[in-house]
């Protein structure tokens, strides 16, 4: 069980990258009345939150509506998390640093309209956060108290990505942008090891299935 916790924090903590979403967080409440940005931390990963959960409840359920197998979906969840471990490792901290970037625009400067997009989504619940928590809770890999551990981790590092967000603007001043950047890097190498390892995995059920099925 240790393991299991240990290996879904690797995976929860890489996407989510609590750290490397303070510049963004900065930049989208940039407009924001100091007292209000508290606020807009706690409602965006609230709504985050409750997102992600909802996936792991029912996101199997609609790959099986949709005839998707979980192989395929591993493949695919893989390539994207590659593709954004790649953006994490060479991208500048200058720039908005969420999944979307070419989407991340301005919305305007309501504190309930920014804390549900783009922070709630897709900045923190993304496309890669949600395919990594529906890899993590597979039925046919992983038992229920195993679910019921991955979502308490997700939960933990949302609590994390909240009071970093409460205190972004004093982890900017400690870390500094170079700070960020580099962790950002190291996060971005460890999710590439892990979106490799992803794809591995869902070739290799798609070819014992194949042999089987001969």
Avoid at 138 to 166: E, Y
Wanted: proline share 5%; with cysteine.
């Amino acid at each position: 069980m240790f393991d299991h916790v240990l290996y879904d924090f690797a995976h929860l903590f890489a996407i989510f990258n609590p750290v490397g979403i303070v510049p963004s967080y900065l930049y989208f409440t940039r407009n924001v009345p100091i007292e209000a940005r508290r606020w807009v931390a706690v409602r965006c990963v609230t709504i985050a939150t409750i997102i992600l959960l909802s996936f792991i409840v029912l996101g199997q359920i609609v790959l099986n509506a949709l005839e998707i197998g979980l192989p395929a979906f591993s493949i695919a969840g893989g390539l994207v998390l590659l593709v954004i471990s790649m953006r994490m490792i060479f991208e500048s901290v200058d720039e908005p640093a969420g999944e979307e970037k070419g989407i991340l625009t301005g919305t305007g400067d309501n504190p309930k309209d920014l804390a549900v997009f783009p922070l709630a989504t897709p900045l923190i619940a993304g496309p890669g956060g949600i395919m990594v928590v529906v890899l993590l809770t597979n039925n046919n890999s992983a038992s229920v108290p195993d679910q019921v551990a991955t979502a308490l981790v997700l939960l933990v590092i949302m609590v994390l990505t909240c009071l970093v967000l409460l205190t972004s603007g004093t982890v900017l001043r400690v870390l500094g942008k170079t700070g960020i950047s580099v962790a950002s890097r190291i996060l971005g190498l460890l999710l590439a090891a892990l979106s490799v390892q992803t794809i591995l995995t869902g070739v290799l059920d798609t070819v014992r299935t194949a042999f089987s099925l001969s």
